[in-house]
């Protein structure tokens, strides 16, 4: 799991909690979230999203943008980072964060014997 905000046309918003899927290549951002952010459209079109176990009447439909997030830890703040990620038109998905733009920026710690994982991200 991850805490983030996304950046706004007047701040953040509020705190999040997010899943994070390092099996996803891609951010997957529900519409009640995203629709507050400052969005930068990368696609014009809608396309399907297909995930696990989703056939072609459950799947999803979302547009690629870019949006500015902060990743929350207990004692400090992320550096603002720009994340490609799919807008889903409606709130039928979780908030996830794939890997590309975070986990390729991010470095993501986990010790599956003490069940203990988390981000780090450089001071500065």
């Known amino acids: 799991m991850a805490w983030l ?7 953040w918003t509020a705190t999040y909690e997010a899943i994070v899927d ?3 290549s891609i951010t997957v951002i529900p519409f009640s979230i995203w629709s507050k952010a ?3 459209w990368l696609s ?11 056939t072609e009447e459950t799947t999803v439909q979302g547009k690629l943008g870019e949006i500015t997030a902060v990743f929350l830890g207990e004692k400090q703040v992320s550096m603002p980072l720009k ?3 799919y807008l889903v038109e409606d709130d039928s998905v979780p908030l996830l964060i794939g890997f590309e733009d975070v986990l390729t920026k991010l470095k993501l710690v986990s ?3 003490s069940q203990v994982a988390y981000l780090e991200w450089p001071s500065s």
């Not at 905000?5 to 701040?11: D, E, H, Q, S, Y």
């Not at 014009?44 to 989703?54: A, M, P, Q, R």
Request: charged share 25%; no cysteine; proline share 3%.
């Open 111 to 113: 010790n599956y014997k």
């Open 22 to 24: 390092t099996g996803s």
């Open 83 to 85: 994340v490609k990620a």
């Open 5 to 11: 905000r996304l950046k706004t046309p007047n701040g």
């Open 44 to 54: 014009e079109h809608s396309v399907k999203l297909y995930g696990l176990g989703s």
């Open 38 to 40: 400052e969005i930068n």
